[in-house]
Each structure stands twice: as C-alpha cells, then as structure tokens.
C-alpha cells in the first residue's frame, strides 16, 4: 500500500500500458480454469511446477534471442545513483526457456537425471502492440529434461491431448514431423544441406501463403525450380492419412534403416497408449520456424481453426546452454491466450466460470438485522457458497437492482415474517421465483438450483 | 523459446539476481497451497479476483510512495531507438492499491458500486536486499470498496480468521484499534493536533522498542514528558482484556458518544457472526504506521510470532485519487511470504504439499515393455495419481535408485512374470514392502496407501 494519502491525479491516463490488459474477474476466472486444467494435468503427468523472477540479470538474456529478440527485451534500470546514466542491469522474462536453462545450470546436483517441469508465467516482449499480440503473456511451458527415449514425446503427446479434451475440444489432432525426415526428404529432393534452413523458413509459410508461393520463396531462396517442385510433391500429403501409410511411403522415399523414421514410428507406436491415440496425423509439410529443433517436431491442428494453439519439439543442445554441454530435451508450449479466445467464442467454458462469481446475495432487512444478515451469510459459506452480504440498510429494492444489474442469481432475505418463522425468502433471480425455505434447509436449497 | 540456438556462456552467472528466488517444486507447491486457501476463502466471502499488468506507465506510480519510495521504483528503459537516452517509460508495480486505484477509475461504469475484489500477484522494490527481505515477493489483498458499513470490517476480519483456520493456525487473534479512538486519546491525554501522526509513529514502535524508548521518542518528537507518559498509560492495556471492558474504559475516557468508539463497537458486535468470533482484541496500542487509515485498523497476532501475518485497516480517502472523489475502502493485506516462512518452520503444511509431487513410477522392464509402462501409467493417471514413467530401459536397480532419490513412494514393475499372470509388483519405497497386485486393482492399491 502506498505510503501516505496524495492527491487526485485526474491527468494520468488509467488505461492499462499499451499492449497490456487488465484482468477483471470475469478474465481471471477463465484463465484460471484453464491454467488449473493445465496443471492438474501435467502434474498427473508427474510434471513438476518451476517459477523464476520476472527478472534476469540482462547478461542473461541478451544474445540469446538474435538481433531482434535483443531489441524486444524490456530493460530495467540499474537503480540508486547510476539511474541516472541509462545504463541497465536487468531485463524482464522473455521466454521461459533461458530461465529454465539457467535453471538446470544452477540447481544440477539438485534436480533430478530425468526432470519434468511445467512453468506457467508471464513473459513480456517490446513488440509493436496490435490485435492479439500483447507485451505482457502468459507462457506455459512443458519440458521434458535428460532423456532421448521416445517415451519422452510420447507421454507429452499423452499429456497435451489430455489438457485439449479436459479443456472440451473434440476432433483436434496432433500433427508430427521429424526434422530428419525433413531433412533426408530436402537431400532426397536434391536441396543443398546449406540451403536446409532456407526451405524449412519457406516450407514453414505452406498453410498461410500456399504451394505456388512457397515455391517462389524456395526459388528466391536460391533452390532450382524443378527442385522445389519436386520437394513440394514429398511433403504435400493427405493430412488426413493414416500414420501407417505415411511411414510406407517414407520408406520407399528414404530407405527402411532412416533413423527419423525409425525414431516417428516408435514415438506414434508409444503414443496410441496414451490419450493421443488415434489423435495423431504425421505431416511432412509441419516445419516449425525455429531452427533449435533437433528430432520430432508436433502442433495442435484444431478443426476449422487457422494456426495452431500451441507446439513444440526435441531440442536436445538448446537447454544446456548455461551448463556447457548438450542436455536432451522436448518441450511443448500450449497458446493459453489464444486456448481462452477460441473457447470463450465457442462458448466452451462451464457456466460457473462465466457467471458471477457469487452464488447468493443476503439483504439486510433493517439496521437491527445486520448481524443476522452476516450470521446466515456464515451458514451458505459453511455449506461451500460464495456469498456477498449487501452492505448498507437500504430499501429492498435498491438491494434486489444491484443483486440483478451483479448477475447474483439468488438473493435471500430474513424480514419480521420469516424471523418469527424461522424461515429464510430465497429469491431466483433468473426465474422471479420467491420461496420461503426453513432456514436451516436454506444453503442446501440454493446449493441444489444454482 | 528462443529462437537460434547459443553457444554456451559459462561465464555468467547462474543465480536469479539478487533480491529474488527461483521457486522449485517444493516452493512452488507450498506456495501455491496458501494461495489456493486464500483464494477458495475470499471467493466464499464474495470476493472477486483481479490480475493488471506487471507495468504501470511510469507516472501511474511516481509520486504515490513518497521520496524513498519513487527511488524503490524498478525502472523500465523506453524502447527502440530512445533505449540510449536512458530515459524511462513504463515502471514494475510497487504494490497492488496504485493499480486498484487505476482500475477503479478506468472502468468505474462496469464495476458494481460495492465491489469486493482480490488480488494475489508479485510486487517489485530495489529495497537492498536481506534476509527476509526481497525485490520481488507476492502481495495478497484484499479490499471492499464503496461503503463505510461496518459490516464491512466484520466480513474482512471473518474471511481472515477463515484463511488463517484453513492453514491451520490456532490461537491466534485479530488485534484492532481505530484512528479516531487513537485521536481522541492523545488529545485526552493533551498531545497538540499537529503532533498526532509524530505520536502514531512512535507508538507503533512500542512492541519492538518498548515503553520508556517510546516515551523518550515522543519527547524528541516535541511532546512534553507528562504528557507523553499520560499517553503511554491509556494506550497500554492488558491485550488479553475483553472488548466489552476496554469499551467501557474507553466510554469513561472519551464519553458515551464517541464516534470511534461506537464504530468499533459495532464491528466487534458484527464481527461476533463470523469466524472472527471470539478472536478480537482491542488494543489500543496498535497504530499500523500508514498514515492514510482513516478508521479501524486491524493486524493478525499469532502466539509465539513477532511481529504480523498481515493487517490493514480502512481508508477511505485513498483509492480514488485518479477518480478525483474519495471513495470509501476497507482491506486487508496478508502476508503470504511470511505465512509460508512460519507454515515451513512449524510442520504446518500437509504431507502431500511436502512430499514428492509423483505418487507413483512405473519402470521399464525391456525394450518391449515400453508401450505396457506408458499403458499402465495410463491406468493409474485415469484413477487420479500422479505418476511418472522411466524414460530408458536401464537395470531396474538403476530404476529404483532413481525413484528413491526422487521420493517418489511407489515403484509399479510389469516383469514376465507379472504380465503372464496379469499382476503389477507394487514396491512401497517407504517401507520396503513389495506386493504383486492384480493390474485392475493396482490403482486403488496405490491410491489407499499413498
């Protein structure tokens, strides 16, 4: 709390910083379903919740994001006498992988050979604010830290599956890829290995600008045209192929020993004991624009849904960064914010988390029935009701409008009648419906209608 | 995730900068027990929660926390070109009232006229840090804002007594006082007007310096020593006092009349319908030293415990300072970093907050039997346990060390001979015990004895 009383500053803005929001409870409460979805989930999952400052040291952080990253990192000011010179020594979360590296330098006689973490925080980037692109987001982050099994991906395939249906989707499908795949498919097609990560950026655009224009970027990108013809034909397949099929293909397109094959079998094979069975569609033409992937790559497809809502991937020399040598690794990040747009406009949250926040609003009848009206507030809450008490004794009226315009739907009042009966008003008001109920059924009468 | 892969930095330093803590599971899932209490608590009082930005544009902040304060400001660095100029923009949130205040206004034709909101997010200071004492750390409050009932005192007071109940602490009590009864005392007792907040200063000392430093402070001050000595005996009462005595003190001394009085009255009445019941003391000496509390105030004593788990009071002049009106305000702010400090040190958090996050690990007997662990592990998730799988098909010895390392209590094996027969070996790590368990029971197994 501030340190002493100021005067009213009328000519601040008090809007939120541009690119920021404010959450009021109605925001809160639908980001909080989903996080506490997210981490029951991944904690049955036997992943374990790490939280790092919102700060790093800026050493941390800077060059670790290429040139465009550096410029995105928000940059504090060293503090006390050196504010004044510019100079900053600390910078804000960007992402939640560096931490997690700096994390694992840190901390590696503490944590375990096989770590398991989910990590859900804030990060903030100095982007140019526009519609959906925020500066301040949330990230939720899964990795899987230590192991190059395929069980790795296939219990975070297991896992991501599990958050989508507990979240409600249906018919959503997990795309797979192998950047070895890619990789043997590029030289099969005659890509030079230099001009690899050219074609992935490109082939990376496929949903959004199409085939031709795709070629036209293999093209200006120094492939041949018969060349990037030819790649396009290997990686445009059927989406909605069956696994089995596709690896039939493979084989004939990069031999039966192709280990990024071999290593897409097994994690397919792995994934139908999990709840990403059936759920699972290999496509050749998934890139995914990061370069760091070093194995199988995956990604939310969402029927009728443009993008994804999340992704990820093996990156097995990223995360030792700080610890100086290679530490296997596969992670996914789910799109919370975009996870919250498309279900609040398709209607997927429960009523609970979209309606008031109260269940039950107790009247205050007169002055002198102020501590009746707090002592049966006490009963609801006891029996597991979120109950407000009107504050003031003001007419009944005034008290039913502001619990209609807080969408409360029920509203009680004890008055002289009801006192001397020993009965409670419980008013619906969704319905209009009035009912005198025994006070002590009371609770369990608005517990069983809200 | 960052977005080219780095080549090592050793050099850098691997800790969290100064003054801040990575939180590792054990941290997190304390941490996360509280606030989840806390929360559930505040949501049955009615409460609703709000989230703003870990940024305020810069003037939203500075001026509101006094001199000392606007240097504890962490500073953000404009973007882009004007980065060099050192010249700051946007500053990280100092506390959650400035932000309330904000929020108040901007949306002041959506909020309901009593609006009773929650707010459990980080706070940045420069403070330098100490033991105890950090830049970054988590406030709780809460706060009732728009009506000067005293039902509002009574229902903070009664979901602070639920939240600290919930967590387990017993014998603990709500300490309250009120300015106007503090004012009217010391001009009883002949201390000038203008020397009244002087005064509040020094008694808010009188626990940690005791009387006669007190006395010799309000002399420094500029209170003659008769008259300070006057003071010191009306504010100190035996704190185990009963409330209907010290009102009765406080009618002789101040007159049946007393505005101050007659208000704490009736909350103590109120307060007497929630679980606060039984647990209020008046105690006169309490001053909280903030100096914008305009009536009650309050702050939780736990026995054995210097100092607070929190306090607050209401302040009804402070919360519309960008409105440009006084709003009336009553809040609490609980000390959650605290609370989980004296919850570690007294064995207060239940077992499954402390133990391993992971129930139960299904091993990989060969190669083979990779798709059967991920299958298992399948059973037991769907029953509710946490579980982990062994990634690699290692020497079960090597497995098992792994999970007793790793706390984990129950280690699951699917040898041969446990698939032929269609039973799991269950091994409880605690005890040593090892039971072969029929497969479709081996979740309840695990679930009874967890």
Known sequence: MP?????????????????TRD?????????????????????????????????????????????????????????????????????????????????????????????????IQPVWRADRPARGRF???????????????????????????????????????????????????????????????????????????????????FVARG???????????????????????????????????????ANLQQIVSLAEQTPAAGRIRIDLSLARGLSYYTGAIMEIAVPDLAGSLGGGGRYDNLVGMFLGRDVPACGFSIGLERIIVVMTERGMFPADVTGSGVDAMVTIWNEESRADALALAGELRRAGLRVDVYPEADKL??????????????????????RAKGTVSVKDLRSGDQQAVSRAEAAEYVRARR
């Open 223 to 261: 492939i041949e045209r018969t060349v990037a013809e030819r790649c396009l034909v290997s990686f445009d397949v059927d989406r909605a192929e069956r696994p089995a099929d596709t690896f039939k293909r493979l084989h004939g397109a990069l031999g039966e020993a192709d280990s990024g094959v």
């Open 23 to 119: 959450f009021l409870p109605d925001d809160v409460r639908r980001r909080e379903y989903v996080i506490s979805i997210v981490r029951r989930v991944y904690e049955l999952y036997g992943y374990e919740p790490l939280e790092t400052p919102a700060f790093e040291n800026i050493e941390t952080l800077l060059g670790k994001y290429g040139e465009e990253g550096n410029k995105l990192i928000f940059k504090i000011l060293r503090r006390g006498e050196h504010e004044a010179s510019g100079d900053a020594d600390l910078a804000l979360r960007y992402d939640l992988t560096v931490p997690l590296a700096r994390v694992i330098a840190q901390y590696q006689n503490e944590l375990p050979k096989f770590w398991k973490r989910y990590q």
């Open 135 to 217: 500066r301040e987001f949330y990230q939720c982050d899964v990795d899987a830290i230590g192991s190059l099994s395929p069980s790795v991906e296939a219990d975070i395939l297991g896992a991501v599956c599990e958050v989508l249906s507990r979240c409600g989707f249906e018919g959503y499908s997990l795309r797979l890829n192998h950047r070895l795949v890619l990789s043997g498919l590029l030289n099969a097609a005659g890509v030079p290995q230099p001009l690899h990560a050219d074609a992935l950026v490109a082939l990376d655009k496929l949903d959004k600008i199409g085939r031709d224009k795709v070629i036209e970027e």
């Open 397 to 418: 009226g005034k008290q039913f409008k502001y619990a209609a315009g807080s969408q409360v739907p029920f509203v009680l009042i004890v008055g002289d009648d009801e």
């Open 3 to 19: 340190r002493s009383p100021i005067k009213p500053l009328s000519s601040t803005s008090t809007k939120p910083p541009a690119g």
